[in-house]
């Protein structure tokens, strides 16, 4: 069964880049969204949104594959 939710897992922000975030949220149009935003190390910020009115930036090791693996 596929995930209900878009998962990109590109590097979409280059380091030390300003990363707009009511921007990026304003222009997605899925319903649950996880992009990756930055790499910074061996970590990596991803923002989720879901099917209520919220944006979570997470912090996490670039080795976790957040399907729930």
Do not use: K
Request: aromatic share 10%.
């Amino acid at each position: 069964m596929p995930f209900p939710y878009a998962t990109y897992l590109n590097v979409f922000f280059q380091h030390l880049q300003r990363i707009d975030v009511p921007q990026l949220v304003d222009s997605v149009t899925d319903q649950w969204f996880n992009q990756t935003l930055c790499q910074v190390n061996g970590s990596v910020v991803r923002r989720r949104r879901a099917p209520q009115e919220c944006v979570i930036l997470m912090a996490e090791n670039a080795g976790i594959i957040p399907t729930g693996d």
